[in-house]
């Protein structure tokens, strides 16, 4: 007890003199005046009753109501914000904040701000991120549509956790907080609806402490349509996921295309094969070969993505990436790509002589189709390899 009594009172002294508060409560607000006072109003209540060291800020982006007035009026600071969008805006109100922690929460009156203090106390005892839970805290009547509470969010949520191990039941909660020192880690660039989406991913690749603590959830007090699109929103924030996963966007479906259609090919170039009454032959054999081609486009536009957004800082450092540019430089793509145009053009060169032996006349298409799509495959992603090499050595020259 005389170890918090005495770190409450350093707090409090640091408020009287002017020194950086501990918290710093920042509210995103659009046109928010019907219900920015009832927020002010509880958050000053939760500080006062938890004698906590800490500011109000709000991030106006451009209302036209009123509400920076009113914040300013109800004592809070006002981070006037031009750039429209719901990441502009909390990037705004963070860049003003002074705080060593920052809560963030919408200031439409649907989340209760009464439970900052369990934010803080998480905050406090290590957590890089602290996420709201609403499905355990309670959602009121209303206050979530049914697709939202049903499928959207448990969808996006379970993506979530499944591509990025990130621990929440609600990946999308307005109301969490940070300490600024994972914040500025963070390094977040997005400027709408998926900053969000890139905290908690980028948390969770960056190996950051996240908690959850219950939360509950109100109907929004506001008398205008929320800003939120449900179909728009939603699916900017599944194209973001899938876009931070190039391993399960691109990856792995190109490794299994490449693998079940060489395993495929393999199978069907001495000749026709019989499953019970149906016969496969060059048809499918032509499909194989699209499907190893395509897998082999997917694969390396997975390595792209992950290099691109390595270096626009979407994503943290991978030391496989860094592996990849020591070991597999330009020469050696080369190297590898000119064996396999070679082998293209041997057989090539044997598809000739296999028409000369017909005296450049009509031939069998059956065992001809199997030498050209064979050509096809080790010409085509020996180009492909040349091609990619040259780009990856145009990305690696940024890192250099």
């Not at 399960?248 to 479906?253: A, N, V």
Request: aromatic fraction near 10%; glycine fraction near 10%; hydrophobic fraction near 45%.
């Amino acid at each position: 007890m005389s170890s918090i009594a005495s770190d409450e009172q350093v707090r409090r002294e640091k408020s009287i003199t002017g020194g950086e508060p501990e918290l710093s409560v920042v509210l995103p607000c659009l046109n928010e005046a019907r219900t920015l006072p009832a927020c002010i109003a509880q958050i000053q209540r939760s500080i006062r009753d938890h004698r906590l060291d800490a500011e109000i800020i709000v991030a106006d982006n451009g209302s036209t109501d009123g509400s920076s007035e009113i914040a300013t009026s109800l004592g809070a600071r006002v981070a006037r914000v031009p750039d429209r969008g719901y990441g502009n805006a909390l990037m705004g109100g963070i860049a003003a904040a002074r705080g060593q922690y920052v809560i963030m929460g919408d200031a439409d009156s649907s989340y209760d701000f009464g439970d900052i203090p369990k934010f803080l106390e998480q905050l406090r005892a290590g957590a890089d991120l602290v996420m709201g839970n609403r499905f355990r805290g309670g959602i009121q009547r209303g206050a979530m549509p049914f697709l939202h509470r049903n499928l959207g969010n448990p969808v996006l949520s379970f993506l979530g956790r499944l591509l990025f191990h990130a621990p929440c039941g609600d990946f999308h909660c307005g109301l969490r907080g940070f300490s600024m020192q994972a914040y500025r880690r963070m390094d977040l660039q997005t400027t709408g609806m998926e900053f969000a989406s890139e905290m908690v991913v980028k948390a969770s690749l960056f190996g950051m402490k996240i908690v959850e603590v219950p939360t509950t959830l109100s109907p929004a007090g506001r008398d205008r349509p929320p800003h939120l699109r449900s179909w728009r929103d939603g699916w900017r924030h599944l194209r973001f996921l899938m876009m931070y996963s190039p391993r399960w966007s691109f990856l792995y479906p190109g490794l299994a295309l490449m693998i079940g259609g060489t395993a495929l090919a393999l199978w069907l170039l001495p000749g026709p094969r019989s499953l019970g009454s149906i016969t496969v032959d060059i048809h499918t054999l032509l499909y194989a070969t699209m499907a190893i081609l395509i897998g082999f486009q997917m694969v390396t536009f997975s390595i792209f993505t992950k290099v691109f957004a390595i270096i626009e800082k979407l994503m943290p450092e991978d030391p496989r990436m860094k592996w990849l540019f020591r070991h597999f430089r330009l020469e050696t793509g080369l190297a590898i790509g000119g064996v396999l145009i070679a082998a293209g053009m041997g057989l090539t060169l044997y598809s000739l002589f296999l028409w000369d032996a017909h005296h450049f006349g009509p031939m069998d298409p059956e065992r001809l189709v199997r030498v050209v799509a064979s050509t096809l495959v080790l010409f085509t992603i020996g180009v492909e390899i040349c091609l990619s090499s040259f780009f990856l050595s145009i990305l690696g020259l940024r890192r250099k």
